[in-house]
């Protein structure tokens, strides 16, 4: 029997994955919660929705693309909250097999997907704005409420036992429902059943009535209502990179300023400060989940295309400073850049090149055996004394358009100096006590 552990083990490798929010909302070009918000009429949304077809969708490319940019794994929106289906759900007919497509884009996903090596997940939303048990919820409509909690648990059941193993089921929209109000015990138990060695996120209901008021805090102090510590086997944090010490974690991001589903005109995030959400993920020992919004027509917009190859370029050469590493804040070097390490490795990703000839890593205790730029291969002389590491004949030219990295290899695990275990402005202050005595007027 797997444990939990080996399972999850896979995640933890892959720190980068890809998010995909695609849906008949890509026609109108303005975001995935068009429908909400903005009000439109439900049935001309619902007639738009029934007449998308995009012709140009390609799975395959799709699974290419992933590919060169470096990521290890991928989520495709099955349901969003619209409550269009991308399968073929016998559940209702509001789906791409049943309407104009006559498609089902989630096994081409997955099938696709799997081929080129990567790990598949698929997004549920447990809400479906068509449905009015779903806003009056059990107290106003309990009937209602009990045949749409069974439709979402049934679609649950088709996604997790139609199309093979699944490595994740990314929930979403529980709110304003608890946990108990959608049984999401029960679930989570049928979910184990079909499908043991997936990996459950925590959006399945909170578990008390805080998740009636949308603007109190939550104990996970992560993604907003709707998460639950109880349920599911790692955080969510959404737009913002928040580590959780407690279990597996991933900070799911747009690249584009705002918006996750295509939206015509929407600003894009450049590829440096991209690739410097995924090492900060890394660095505090979490992954990334990149978004891209596809277009209606079914294909990655250009903008993220470009940018996500430049990143699967640097991964290329740095993917060791990425794949498989742990949290790696060792010692202060926000200054410079990030920490990462893998073994007895520790890894300098460097933000900011100053185009001096030396470095300084101030507060790592570990002996350094050889240090090298791993962008260009070449070795780095150094001078290392009790409380400083010195690098010396680094090149005036950034060597890299991104970020250099410089591998320091070492005699034991990576560790600080006591003094440098906390980070400015936190730990015990009187730490530094003894620093400051060394002052002389």
Same mark, same amino acid.
């Given at each position: 029997?797997?444990?939990?552990?080996?399972?999850?083990? /896979?995640?933890?490798? !892959? $720190?980068? @994955?890809? &998010?995909?929010?695609?849906?008949?909302? #890509?026609?109108?070009?303005? %975001?995935?919660?068009?429908?909400?918000?903005?009000?439109?009429?439900?049935?001309?949304?619902?007639?738009?929705?029934?007449?998308?077809?995009?012709?140009?969708?390609?799975?395959?490319? /799709?699974?290419?693309? !992933? $590919?060169? @940019?470096? &990521?290890?794994?991928?989520?495709?929106? #099955?349901?969003?909250?619209? %409550?269009?289906?991308?399968?073929?759900?016998?559940?209702?007919?509001?789906?791409?097999?049943?309407?104009?497509?006559?498609?089902?884009?989630?096994?081409?996903?997955?099938?696709?997907?799997?081929?080129?090596?990567? $790990?598949? @997940?698929?997004?549920?939303?447990?809400?479906?704005?068509?449905?009015?048990?779903?806003?009056?919820?059990?107290?106003?409509?309990?009937?209602?409420?009990?045949?749409?909690?069974?439709?979402?648990?049934?679609?649950?059941?088709?996604?997790?036992?139609?199309?093979?193993?699944?490595?994740?089921?990314?929930?979403? @929209?529980?709110?304003?429902?608890?946990?108990?109000?959608?049984?999401?015990?029960?679930?989570?138990?049928?979910?184990?059943?079909?499908?043991?060695?997936?990996?459950?996120?925590?959006?399945?209901?909170?578990?008390?009535?805080?998740?009636?008021?949308?603007?109190?805090?939550?104990?996970?102090?992560?993604?907003?209502?709707?998460?639950?510590?109880?349920?599911?086997?790692?955080?969510?944090?959404?737009?913002?990179?928040?580590?959780?010490?407690?279990?597996?974690?991933?900070?799911?991001?747009?690249?584009?300023?705002?918006?996750?589903?295509?939206?015509?005109?929407?600003?894009?995030?450049?590829?440096?400060?991209?690739?410097?959400?995924?090492?900060?993920?890394?660095?505090?020992?979490?992954?990334?989940?990149?978004?891209?919004?596809?277009?209606?027509?079914?294909?990655?917009?250009?903008?993220?295309?470009?940018?996500?190859?430049?990143?699967?370029?640097?991964?290329?050469?740095?993917?060791?400073?990425?794949?498989?590493?742990?949290?790696?804040?060792?010692?202060?070097?926000?200054?410079?850049?990030?920490?990462?390490?893998?073994?007895?490795?520790?890894?300098?990703?460097?933000?900011?090149?100053?185009?001096?000839?030396?470095?300084?890593?101030?507060?790592?205790?570990?002996?350094?055996?050889?240090?090298?730029?791993?962008?260009?291969?070449?070795?780095?002389?150094?001078?290392?004394?009790?409380?400083?590491?010195?690098?010396?004949?680094?090149?005036?030219?950034?060597?890299?358009?991104?970020?250099?990295?410089?591998?320091?290899?070492?005699?034991?695990?990576?560790?600080?100096?006591?003094?440098?275990?906390?980070?400015?402005?936190?730990?015990?202050?009187?730490?530094?006590?003894?620093?400051?005595?060394?002052?002389?007027?």
């Amino acid at each position: 029997m797997t444990s939990a552990q080996d399972k999850s083990e /896979w995640f933890s490798e !892959a $720190r980068y @994955g890809l &998010f995909m929010h695609w849906g008949p909302y #890509a026609g109108y070009g303005r %975001g995935e919660q068009v429908l909400f918000r903005e009000h439109l009429d439900q049935n001309d949304y619902a007639q738009v929705a029934r007449a998308w077809n995009p012709a140009r969708f390609n799975a395959t490319a /799709w699974a290419d693309q !992933a $590919r060169r @940019g470096g &990521f290890r794994y991928a989520i495709l929106t #099955a349901r969003h909250h619209d %409550g269009y289906c991308l399968w073929n759900s016998s559940a209702t007919r509001y789906t791409a097999a049943a309407q104009a497509p006559g498609r089902d884009f989630v096994r081409e996903y997955v099938e696709a997907f799997r081929a080129a090596g990567l $790990r598949v @997940g698929l997004y549920y939303s447990l809400a479906d704005w068509r449905i009015p048990a779903y806003w009056d919820g059990p107290a106003k409509d309990p009937g209602g409420w009990e045949r749409f909690r069974d439709y979402v648990h049934a679609q649950v059941r088709e996604l997790l036992t139609h199309y093979g193993k699944i490595d994740v089921i990314w929930f979403d @929209g529980a709110w304003p429902h608890t946990a108990l109000d959608w049984r999401s015990v029960e679930l989570v138990q049928m979910i184990r059943q079909l499908q043991p060695d997936i990996l459950i996120n925590n959006r399945l209901g909170t578990p008390s009535a805080a998740a009636q008021n949308p603007s109190s805090p939550n104990a996970d102090g992560g993604a907003g209502p709707g998460e639950s510590r109880e349920l599911g086997d790692f955080g969510t944090p959404e737009h913002h990179i928040t580590a959780d010490s407690n279990r597996l974690w991933e900070s799911c991001q747009v690249s584009t300023w705002r918006l996750w589903g295509y939206a015509r005109g929407e600003r894009w995030r450049p590829a440096d400060v991209m690739l410097d959400m995924l090492v900060e993920c890394a660095s505090k020992g979490g992954n990334l989940l990149m978004n891209v919004g596809p277009t209606a027509e079914g294909e990655f917009p250009p903008e993220f295309v470009e940018r996500t190859e430049q990143i699967g370029q640097w991964l290329h050469t740095h993917g060791e400073a990425i794949y498989g590493s742990e949290s790696g804040e060792v010692c202060e070097f926000i200054t410079r850049g990030r920490q990462t390490r893998k073994g007895n490795n520790l890894y300098l990703i460097v933000r900011f090149w100053d185009g001096r000839p030396e470095l300084s890593l101030a507060g790592l205790q570990t002996r350094v055996l050889r240090a090298v730029l791993l962008t260009t291969g070449q070795e780095l002389a150094f001078e290392q004394s009790e409380d400083q590491l010195i690098l010396k004949g680094l090149p005036t030219e950034r060597p890299s358009a991104l970020f250099p990295v410089i591998r320091l290899e070492c005699d034991g695990r990576p560790a600080a100096r006591p003094w440098a275990v906390d980070r400015l402005w936190s730990g015990d202050a009187s730490r530094m006590t003894d620093w400051a005595r060394a002052y002389r007027e």
